[in-house]
Protein backbone atom coordinates (compact mmCIF):
# COMPACT_ATOMS: atom_id res chain seq x y z
CA UNK A 1 0.00 0.00 0.00
CA UNK A 2 1.44 3.47 -1.32
CA UNK A 3 0.71 6.49 0.68
CA UNK A 4 1.56 10.38 0.13
CA UNK A 5 4.39 12.32 2.13
CA UNK A 6 2.47 13.83 5.11
CA UNK A 7 0.18 11.28 6.06
CA UNK A 8 2.64 9.26 8.54
CA UNK A 9 0.33 8.34 11.69
CA UNK A 10 -2.21 8.51 10.00
CA UNK A 11 -5.31 5.58 9.78
CA UNK A 12 -5.95 4.23 6.18
CA UNK A 13 -7.63 1.56 4.84
CA UNK A 14 -5.59 -1.36 3.07
CA UNK A 15 -7.15 -1.18 -0.50
CA UNK A 16 -6.43 -5.13 -1.01
CA UNK A 17 -7.84 -6.76 2.99
CA UNK A 18 -9.76 -3.44 3.91
CA UNK A 19 -7.92 -3.91 7.06
CA UNK A 20 -7.38 -0.26 8.66
CA UNK A 21 -4.10 0.34 9.94
CA UNK A 22 -2.14 3.46 11.17
CA UNK A 23 0.67 4.35 8.46
CA UNK A 24 4.16 4.35 9.89
CA UNK A 25 6.74 6.87 9.75
CA UNK A 26 8.88 7.14 6.76
CA UNK A 27 12.08 5.92 9.10
CA UNK A 28 10.54 3.04 9.71
CA UNK A 29 10.44 1.53 6.73
CA UNK A 30 13.28 -0.74 5.76
CA UNK A 31 15.03 0.43 2.45
CA UNK A 32 16.06 -2.95 -0.14
CA UNK A 33 19.32 -3.26 -0.22
CA UNK A 34 20.35 -4.86 -3.96
CA UNK A 35 21.71 -8.49 -3.45
CA UNK A 36 24.36 -7.40 -5.73
CA UNK A 37 25.78 -4.78 -3.48
CA UNK A 38 26.49 -7.21 -0.84
CA UNK A 39 30.06 -8.57 -0.34
CA UNK A 40 30.32 -12.00 -0.67
CA UNK A 41 32.63 -14.06 1.75
CA UNK A 42 35.99 -15.11 0.56
CA UNK A 43 36.10 -18.63 -0.73
CA UNK A 44 37.86 -20.93 2.18
CA UNK A 45 39.72 -23.50 0.49
CA UNK A 46 40.56 -25.85 3.70
CA UNK A 47 37.41 -24.67 5.27
CA UNK A 48 36.51 -28.23 6.79
CA UNK A 49 33.00 -29.41 4.87
CA UNK A 50 31.02 -30.60 7.17
CA UNK A 51 28.96 -34.39 7.08
CA UNK A 52 25.14 -34.98 5.39
CA UNK A 53 22.83 -35.46 7.03
CA UNK A 54 22.52 -38.41 8.84
CA UNK A 55 26.29 -39.68 7.68
CA UNK A 56 27.92 -40.62 10.99
CA UNK A 57 31.81 -39.37 10.84
CA UNK A 58 32.75 -41.98 13.40
CA UNK A 59 31.35 -45.25 11.45
CA UNK A 60 32.86 -48.23 10.38
CA UNK A 61 33.95 -48.62 6.57
CA UNK A 62 31.11 -50.02 4.21
CA UNK A 63 31.41 -53.49 3.89
CA UNK A 64 28.43 -53.67 1.11
CA UNK A 65 29.69 -56.80 -0.50
CA UNK A 66 31.41 -58.17 1.85
CA UNK A 67 29.16 -58.07 5.13
CA UNK A 68 31.81 -59.40 7.52
CA UNK A 69 34.53 -57.14 5.79
CA UNK A 70 37.47 -56.30 7.83
CA UNK A 71 39.87 -52.95 6.81
CA UNK A 72 43.36 -53.70 6.88
CA UNK A 73 46.18 -50.68 7.36
CA UNK A 74 48.00 -50.16 4.31
CA UNK A 75 45.97 -51.67 1.81
CA UNK A 76 42.38 -50.33 1.83
CA UNK A 77 41.09 -53.38 1.13
CA UNK A 78 38.00 -55.06 2.43
CA UNK A 79 38.32 -58.82 3.51
CA UNK A 80 36.90 -60.86 0.42
CA UNK A 81 36.09 -63.34 -0.31
CA UNK A 82 33.35 -64.07 2.10
CA UNK A 83 35.39 -67.25 3.95
CA UNK A 84 38.30 -64.73 4.41
CA UNK A 85 36.23 -62.22 6.15
CA UNK A 86 34.06 -64.57 8.18
CA UNK A 87 33.83 -68.48 7.77
CA UNK A 88 30.82 -70.16 7.86
CA UNK A 89 28.43 -72.19 6.05
CA UNK A 90 26.99 -69.56 4.00
CA UNK A 91 30.41 -68.09 3.87
CA UNK A 92 31.66 -71.41 2.08
CA UNK A 93 29.31 -71.45 -0.60
CA UNK A 94 29.58 -67.42 -1.13
CA UNK A 95 32.79 -67.94 -1.68
CA UNK A 96 32.43 -69.80 -4.76
CA UNK A 97 29.69 -67.52 -6.28
CA UNK A 98 32.12 -64.30 -5.68
CA UNK A 99 35.17 -66.27 -7.19
CA UNK A 100 33.59 -67.14 -10.37
CA UNK A 101 30.67 -65.09 -11.20
CA UNK A 102 32.93 -61.63 -9.96
CA UNK A 103 36.83 -61.77 -9.81
CA UNK A 104 37.56 -58.46 -10.33
CA UNK A 105 35.90 -56.88 -7.13
CA UNK A 106 36.64 -60.52 -5.18
CA UNK A 107 40.61 -60.33 -5.60
CA UNK A 108 40.84 -56.46 -5.65
CA UNK A 109 39.96 -56.82 -2.16
CA UNK A 110 41.70 -59.55 -0.96
CA UNK A 111 44.05 -58.70 1.55
CA UNK A 112 47.71 -60.20 0.34
CA UNK A 113 49.39 -60.66 3.40
CA UNK A 114 46.90 -62.05 6.15
CA UNK A 115 48.08 -65.48 5.87
CA UNK A 116 47.30 -68.71 4.84
CA UNK A 117 45.29 -70.68 7.49
CA UNK A 118 41.63 -69.85 6.03
CA UNK A 119 42.31 -70.57 2.54
CA UNK A 120 43.81 -73.59 3.74
CA UNK A 121 41.12 -74.76 5.97
CA UNK A 122 38.69 -73.69 2.92
CA UNK A 123 40.95 -76.33 0.78
CA UNK A 124 40.66 -78.79 3.07
CA UNK A 125 37.42 -78.99 3.32
CA UNK A 126 36.46 -78.91 -0.10
CA UNK A 127 39.22 -81.99 -0.26
CA UNK A 128 37.15 -83.83 2.42
CA UNK A 129 34.09 -83.35 0.71
CA UNK A 130 35.24 -84.45 -2.63
CA UNK A 131 36.94 -87.20 -0.85
CA UNK A 132 33.66 -88.48 0.89
CA UNK A 133 31.89 -88.07 -2.35
CA UNK A 134 34.46 -90.66 -4.46
CA UNK A 135 34.41 -92.67 -1.17
CA UNK A 136 30.12 -93.09 -1.50
CA UNK A 137 30.71 -93.37 -5.56
CA UNK A 138 33.31 -96.86 -4.21
CA UNK A 139 30.81 -97.94 -1.63
CA UNK A 140 27.93 -98.36 -4.48
CA UNK A 141 30.26 -99.75 -6.73
CA UNK A 142 32.40 -102.45 -4.43
CA UNK A 143 28.48 -103.16 -3.21
CA UNK A 144 26.94 -103.91 -6.57
CA UNK A 145 29.57 -105.74 -7.77
CA UNK A 146 29.57 -107.99 -4.66
CA UNK A 147 25.41 -108.15 -5.18
CA UNK A 148 26.44 -109.04 -8.28
CA UNK A 149 28.93 -111.96 -7.76
CA UNK A 150 26.75 -113.73 -5.13
CA UNK A 151 23.66 -113.53 -7.74
CA UNK A 152 26.28 -115.16 -10.17
CA UNK A 153 27.69 -117.77 -8.27
CA UNK A 154 30.93 -116.72 -9.22
CA UNK A 155 33.21 -118.49 -6.46
CA UNK A 156 36.13 -116.13 -7.56
CA UNK A 157 34.92 -113.13 -6.11
CA UNK A 158 36.51 -111.70 -3.09
CA UNK A 159 33.96 -112.90 0.05
CA UNK A 160 31.67 -109.88 0.92
CA UNK A 161 32.95 -109.22 4.29
CA UNK A 162 36.26 -108.34 2.52
CA UNK A 163 34.78 -106.04 -0.09
CA UNK A 164 32.66 -104.05 2.64
CA UNK A 165 36.09 -103.68 4.55
CA UNK A 166 37.87 -102.10 1.53
CA UNK A 167 34.71 -100.06 1.16
CA UNK A 168 34.51 -98.90 4.22
CA UNK A 169 38.24 -98.04 4.18
CA UNK A 170 37.93 -95.67 0.91
CA UNK A 171 35.00 -94.10 2.66
CA UNK A 172 37.32 -92.89 5.84
CA UNK A 173 40.57 -92.69 3.97
CA UNK A 174 39.58 -90.54 0.65
CA UNK A 175 38.44 -87.91 2.55
CA UNK A 176 41.19 -87.59 4.98
CA UNK A 177 43.85 -88.26 1.71
CA UNK A 178 41.87 -85.51 -0.26
CA UNK A 179 42.02 -82.90 2.36
CA UNK A 180 45.94 -83.09 2.98
CA UNK A 181 46.69 -83.50 -1.04
CA UNK A 182 44.40 -80.39 -2.24
CA UNK A 183 46.39 -77.56 0.07
CA UNK A 184 49.16 -79.06 -1.17
CA UNK A 185 48.24 -79.12 -4.82
CA UNK A 186 47.63 -75.39 -4.69
CA UNK A 187 50.66 -74.31 -2.78
CA UNK A 188 52.44 -76.53 -5.45
CA UNK A 189 50.94 -74.42 -8.20
CA UNK A 190 51.28 -71.39 -6.86
CA UNK A 191 54.67 -71.55 -6.13
CA UNK A 192 54.94 -72.26 -10.20
CA UNK A 193 53.11 -69.33 -11.02
CA UNK A 194 54.91 -67.10 -8.26
CA UNK A 195 57.38 -67.88 -9.94
CA UNK A 196 56.41 -66.39 -13.92
CA UNK A 197 54.83 -63.87 -12.65
CA UNK A 198 58.23 -62.96 -11.18
CA UNK A 199 60.03 -63.44 -14.63
CA UNK A 200 57.43 -61.38 -16.35
CA UNK A 201 57.85 -58.44 -13.41
CA UNK A 202 53.94 -58.46 -12.46
CA UNK A 203 54.71 -59.46 -8.88
CA UNK A 204 54.07 -56.95 -6.21
CA UNK A 205 53.65 -59.06 -2.87
CA UNK A 206 55.29 -62.14 -1.57
CA UNK A 207 54.57 -66.49 -2.17
CA UNK A 208 51.76 -65.60 0.26
CA UNK A 209 49.87 -62.94 -1.92
CA UNK A 210 49.63 -65.40 -4.78
CA UNK A 211 49.14 -68.55 -2.60
CA UNK A 212 45.83 -67.12 -1.00
CA UNK A 213 44.55 -66.19 -4.46
CA UNK A 214 45.34 -69.07 -6.46
CA UNK A 215 44.23 -70.88 -3.48
CA UNK A 216 40.70 -69.66 -3.37
CA UNK A 217 40.57 -69.73 -7.48
CA UNK A 218 41.34 -73.52 -7.38
CA UNK A 219 39.18 -74.33 -4.30
CA UNK A 220 36.08 -72.54 -5.65
CA UNK A 221 35.97 -74.24 -8.88
CA UNK A 222 34.59 -76.86 -7.61
CA UNK A 223 30.77 -76.57 -8.97
CA UNK A 224 32.77 -76.26 -12.16
CA UNK A 225 33.88 -79.69 -11.04
CA UNK A 226 30.86 -81.23 -10.63
CA UNK A 227 29.25 -80.14 -13.46
CA UNK A 228 32.05 -81.70 -15.83
CA UNK A 229 31.73 -85.23 -14.26
CA UNK A 230 27.86 -85.36 -15.45
CA UNK A 231 28.11 -87.36 -18.33
CA UNK A 232 27.34 -85.79 -21.89
CA UNK A 233 26.52 -82.42 -20.51
CA UNK A 234 30.31 -82.35 -18.73
CA UNK A 235 31.67 -82.85 -22.22
CA UNK A 236 29.65 -79.87 -23.91
CA UNK A 237 30.90 -77.26 -21.26
CA UNK A 238 34.52 -78.32 -20.30
CA UNK A 239 35.90 -76.21 -22.91
CA UNK A 240 33.84 -72.90 -22.30
CA UNK A 241 34.22 -73.83 -18.70
CA UNK A 242 37.64 -74.18 -18.50
CA UNK A 243 38.42 -70.98 -20.74
CA UNK A 244 36.71 -69.19 -18.20
CA UNK A 245 38.73 -70.36 -15.16
CA UNK A 246 41.73 -69.06 -17.14
CA UNK A 247 40.34 -65.66 -17.27
CA UNK A 248 39.41 -65.50 -13.31
CA UNK A 249 43.15 -66.80 -12.56
CA UNK A 250 44.33 -63.72 -14.82
CA UNK A 251 42.12 -61.22 -13.60
CA UNK A 252 42.23 -62.42 -10.43
CA UNK A 253 46.58 -62.28 -10.04
CA UNK A 254 46.53 -58.88 -12.21
CA UNK A 255 44.01 -57.55 -9.37
CA UNK A 256 45.94 -58.74 -6.25
CA UNK A 257 49.35 -58.17 -7.16
CA UNK A 258 48.24 -54.63 -8.90
CA UNK A 259 49.83 -55.53 -12.16
CA UNK A 260 48.10 -55.31 -15.99
CA UNK A 261 46.29 -58.48 -17.27
CA UNK A 262 48.58 -58.78 -20.25
CA UNK A 263 51.59 -59.51 -17.82
CA UNK A 264 49.83 -62.10 -16.05
CA UNK A 265 48.21 -63.49 -19.49
CA UNK A 266 51.98 -64.63 -20.19
CA UNK A 267 52.74 -65.64 -16.53
CA UNK A 268 49.92 -68.01 -17.69
CA UNK A 269 49.38 -68.77 -20.58
CA UNK A 270 53.14 -69.46 -21.61
CA UNK A 271 53.33 -72.50 -19.63
CA UNK A 272 50.49 -73.87 -20.88
CA UNK A 273 51.28 -73.47 -24.26
CA UNK A 274 54.94 -74.63 -23.64
CA UNK A 275 53.23 -78.28 -22.44
CA UNK A 276 50.80 -78.33 -25.63
CA UNK A 277 54.16 -77.47 -27.71
CA UNK A 278 55.82 -80.62 -25.65
CA UNK A 279 52.56 -83.20 -26.23
CA UNK A 280 52.73 -82.49 -29.77
CA UNK A 281 56.83 -82.50 -30.65
CA UNK A 282 56.59 -86.06 -28.18
CA UNK A 283 53.83 -87.22 -30.20
CA UNK A 284 55.53 -86.39 -33.45
CA UNK A 285 58.84 -88.38 -32.35
CA UNK A 286 56.93 -91.36 -31.04
CA UNK A 287 55.63 -91.36 -34.71
CA UNK A 288 59.05 -91.16 -36.41
CA UNK A 289 60.42 -94.09 -34.22
Known amino acids: MKAPDGTEGKKA ?63 HRLGAPSWDAKPSIGSFFKTSIEVLTKPKETFGNLIPDAGLGRPMTYGAIV ?47 LPLMYAVLFPIGALMGAGFLHLMLMLVGAKKYDYSATARCVSYMYFAAWPITLVTI ?22 GLAEVHETTKTRVAIAVLIPAFAMIALAILAAAIGQVA
Open 13 to 75: RCPACSAITRIPAAAAVATSVPVANVASPAPQPFTEVPPAVGDNPFAAPSTTDFSGAMERTGH
Open 127 to 173: GAVTGLLFGGLAVLMITFMAASGANNGNGGAPPAGVMMGVAAGALIL
Open 230 to 251: IPFLGVIVAIPLGIWMIAIYII
